[in-house]
């Protein structure tokens, strides 16, 4: 009898969820929970307290997921939840184990401002070690909405049999667990042909290209490695942003900014980088520029390249109006695009290009550092650039939008 109390207890030990993480679904207030086990477990299920007294069991479904000779049990499962609140919950099975408790706040939906924490290339184990533990130790005062990472993830979830991704994705927990965690395709994600990418994270509609909305920002999310590499479904792609990008009035009151995000850079001075700073940002401007350009883009953020770059209103490589001070710009003409890639990687930061600086070039960072945008209103957002470990930072820039009419 003993023994079989020891090896049920060493069964639902192993059954314990770990690396656990949400994701935003296709439209506001949809929370898509994801953790994993290394045992099959009979139900997938999340129990939230919708109120102190009262819970909720939410049920999902579950995948196996091999690489090498380290395997695991992938669990999801989806929840419409009420935009801007903060829950409660656990995820596990209601017959084994649940995890421990967790703190999830949910996006605000239309007409409230919003936080998010920006970045890509990150590897917890090397240089990012210490932005990320400045994240952690400063996570409870930067109250952000959620976290847009944006390719090249822990370099690689796919190392060591993927043991490497289930360390990361543990050491992510404590934030990636309390907000969504926003990802995207990078050239490192193809390491085992985005095996442990599409196993491990559960995105909006199509894992490589999406859309979601927040606050008062519509995001779009594309996969560059698709366009760079001249895969045959880059057309499939194009024509999905497209659609997103040329949206209905009503989206466009509900949420008046509208960024994009992928991995590699349209624009960048990295002499280190030339590939990235010239073939493959030509072939990023030649697919999809001209949408920005036409759909009024506001921001396209990207990392790739293992520094900070910001440019004024750019459009074919030229500068579209004054714009403002260079750190205020007032109705942009064009969209702003921002390299953020510099929290630490698989090696060190790439050195700024000091020497030919192009026309469009105002701000550049070598150090480590990631990315704080705030969006307050329809009107006004600001972008701030955290140096790690110095308190400070290196870049702010502001974007007001509405004051034309003002001037007319």
Request: aromatic share 14%; charged share 15%; glycine share 6%.
């Amino acid at each position: 009898m003993i023994l079989l109390l020891l090896l049920a207890t060493q069964i639902f030990a192993y059954d314990i969820p770990e690396q656990v993480h949400v994701a935003v679904g296709a439209y506001p207030g949809l929370i898509q929970f994801t953790w994993s086990t290394r045992q099959s477990t009979p139900t997938s299920a999340v129990r939230i307290w919708l109120n102190p007294s009262y819970f909720k069991y939410y049920y999902g479904i579950s995948n196996i997921f091999t690489s090498g000779n380290n395997s695991w049990v992938i669990h999801t499962a989806n929840a419409t939840l009420y935009p801007g609140a903060t829950y409660m919950y656990q995820v596990g099975c209601i017959l084994t184990n649940f995890s421990q408790i967790f703190k999830l706040t949910v996006p605000p939906s239309t007409g409230s401002s919003s936080t998010y924490l920006i970045y890509a290339d990150l590897d917890i184990g090397l240089n990012g070690n210490l932005s990320w533990a400045e994240i952690e130790n400063r996570w409870p005062q930067l109250n952000v909405d959620a976290v847009i990472h944006m390719g090249d993830i822990a370099y690689d979830l796919s190392s060591d049999n993927g043991a490497w991704g289930d360390t990361f994705m543990n050491s992510i927990q404590p934030v990636a667990s309390s907000v969504p965690y926003m990802v995207c395709v990078g050239n490192h994600e193809d390491s085992d042909y985005y095996e442990s990418y599409l196993a491990r994270f559960a995105m909006p509609n199509n894992q490589f290209y999406y859309t979601w909305a927040s606050g008062y920002v519509r995001f779009l999310a594309i996969d560059t490695e698709t366009i760079v590499n001249q895969f045959p479904n880059m057309t499939d792609m194009i024509d999905y942003v497209e659609d997103v990008l040329n949206r209905p009035q009503a989206d466009k009151e509900a949420y008046p900014w509208l960024i994009v995000y992928g991995h590699r850079p349209f624009y960048c001075s990295s002499l280190e980088k030339k590939g990235a700073c010239g073939p493959e940002a030509q072939l990023l401007q030649s697919a999809l520029e001209n949408l920005f350009y036409t759909y009024n883009v506001d921001l396209y953020v990207n990392g790739h390249v293992h520094n900070y770059e910001r440019t004024a209103p750019v459009y074919r490589e030229k500068v579209m109006g004054s714009g403002g001070s260079g750190n205020i710009y007032i109705d942009p003409l064009a969209t702003i695009y921002v390299t953020t890639g510099g929290i630490g990687a698989d090696g060190d930061n790439v050195d700024v290009n000091t020497k030919i600086v192009p026309s469009w070039l105002v701000a550049q960072d070598e150090n480590l550092s990631y990315s704080i945008l705030t969006v307050f209103n329809a009107t006004h957002l600001v972008w701030q650039q955290w140096e790690t470990g110095k308190d400070r930072t290196s870049d702010e820039f502001w974007i007001i939008k509405g004051l034309s009419a003002f001037a007319e």
